[in-house]
């Protein structure tokens, strides 16, 4: 798996498998090793 770092992004970890989740839009992030996904809707949960 590639990863990208940005200067200005955060690095979540999936809070499923603890694999390093990839950020597909402003407010959408999946983790590609077990496919869950979270948005903004989510907050509470992992922001
Ligand atoms: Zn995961």
């Not at 407010?27 to 077990?34: D, E, L, P, T, Y």
């Amino acid at each position: 798996m590639q990863v990208k770092k940005s200067n200005d992004e955060d690095v979540h970890k999936c809070l499923v498998c603890g694999y390093e989740m990839v950020k597909m839009q402003a407010c959408h992030i999946k983790c590609v090793n077990c496919g869950a996904e979270m948005d903004c809707s989510d907050k509470g949960f992992i922001w």
